[in-house]
């Protein structure tokens, strides 16, 4: 275990702690979906922790002042403690949030996890037609997903949609609106992809063209005037779009904390992929010195890190240099600027990857899902990799 032995947040100052838990339960997943975030290599961690270490993360999450818990995976649901979590999620005080395909939850389970005292279910479909849904997520399920969200509105949850949108389904968005409709959603994400994990593998297949994305945000718009009030409509855009980096993570160590299946303990979902940290697993460290001492939660801390462009840049208090993860799959260096700025040297690497998405027919590679078969050949081809580069071949 490394610890850096700082407690400051990179400019002096001792971080507040953090706001958001995510509790990531599993990588066990019974879908298949071709943007997961969750790594590549999933097969290759550890045992999934205990569910008394679960607890203990709870309590120990709380302690340092999280008020928002978030149980996902994979999916959350192929845990049978889950009930057992929420319901100490509750009595610490938690306003708790299951985010599912719907895969398991059942009227046993949701009357379970009501009484239990889980506030919020976010339901996830890959698209408005059971043909691209059970394609993109290569399970037949758009029926049980249609029943599931029927469930959650029968027991008195706000029905919460979330559709991860990329190119193969971005021109169903008027579609997708009107299902989630017609389910009484009050709430939808329509979540453009974000490319890492599984997504930035697939990214060629995904990424939409600019024509794409405005006629999306078009359909959006008018729908959201029809609809006014009756549903709240969030539209991400994605990240290579844009010519400022997103405040990931409203700062690096600053409001985020999630713990992965085996315990380690990270600043961001994908920050486990980032050469040269050490992030300290919850089974031998306490979160409280994870948070405030562990290299992994203090080398991107405030601005000290920071090169040009962004150490004098006026806008790095406000985007923190954009997204460490971004930057190292682009750049090959997690320190360089984000590249989706518009001021990054690396700018090109997105503009180009743009560029290539307007080419009809340029895109041959086959899609890759998320399965274990081509996470165990995924891992291994890392391995090798590996091994080579140390042995200096």
């Known amino acids: 275990m490394s610890m850096a032995g700082s407690t400051t947040n990179g400019n002096g100052a001792r971080p507040a702690g953090p706001l958001w838990l995510l509790a990531e339960l599993t990588y066990r997943c019974p879908l298949h979906c071709v943007f997961c975030y969750n790594p590549l290599d999933y097969t290759a ?11 203990r993360v709870l ?28 319901a100490e999620a509750r009595a610490l005080g938690f306003y708790s949030n299951l985010i599912t395909s719907g895969v398991g939850l059942n009227e046993t389970r949701i009357r379970a996890f009501k009484e239990a005292g889980l506030d919020h279910i976010q339901l996830s479909f890959q698209d408005s037609t059971r043909e691209l849904n059970d394609f993109l997520s290569s399970t037949r399920t758009f029926e049980l997903k249609l029943k599931v969200a029927r469930l959650i509105k029968e027991h008195d949850y706000p029905m919460v949609l979330n559709v991860v949108l990329h190119r193969l389904n971005i021109d169903h968005i008027e579609e997708i609106l009107e ?17 890492y994990g599984w997504g930035f593998l697939n990214r060629d297949r995904l990424l939409p063209t600019r024509e794409q994305l405005l006629r999306a945000d078009e359909v959006t718009r008018r ?31 600053s409001v985020f904390l999630t713990v992965t299946p085996d315990g380690t303990a990270l600043p961001c979902h994908a920050a486990r992929m980032l050469p040269g940290l050490a992030f ?15 290299e992994g939660f203090n080398r991107y801390r405030g601005d000290a890190w920071m090169k040009e462009p962004c150490r004098t840049c006026p806008e790095k208090a ?10 190292f799959l682009l750049t090959g260096d997690p320190a360089n600027a984000d590249p989706v700025c518009d001021l ?34 995924l891992a291994e081809k890392k391995a090798q990799a590996a091994s080579t580069e140390s042995s200096g071949v």
Not at 280 to 294: F, N
Not at 345 to 370: E, L, M, N, S, W
């Open 45 to 55: 961690h550890g045992a999934e922790i205990s569910t008394d270490d679960w607890l």
């Open 59 to 86: 309590r120990e999450g709380r302690a340092l002042g999280a008020i928002q818990l978030g149980f996902s995976g994979g999916e959350p649901l192929l845990r049978d403690d889950l009930e057992i979590l929420v």
């Open 179 to 195: 299902m989630a409709e017609r389910l009484g959603a009050e709430y939808v994400e329509l979540a453009n992809t974000q490319y």
């Open 223 to 253: 729908f959201r005037e029809r609809i006014g009030d009756r549903m709240r409509i969030f539209f991400v855009v994605p990240d290579y779009f844009e010519d400022r980096p997103k405040a990931c993570m409203s700062g690096w160590g």
């Open 280 to 294: 300290p697993s919850v089974r031998d460290t306490s979160l409280e010195a994870i948070w405030y001492e562990s």
């Open 318 to 327: 406000k985007d923190f240099g954009g997204c460490r993860c971004q930057a």
């Open 344 to 377: 990054s040297p690396q700018h090109h690497v997105v503009t180009d990857a743009v560029a290539r998405a307007r080419v009809t027919g340029a895109v041959t590679a086959p899609i890759i899902f998320r399965d274990d078969r081509n996470s165990r050949a």
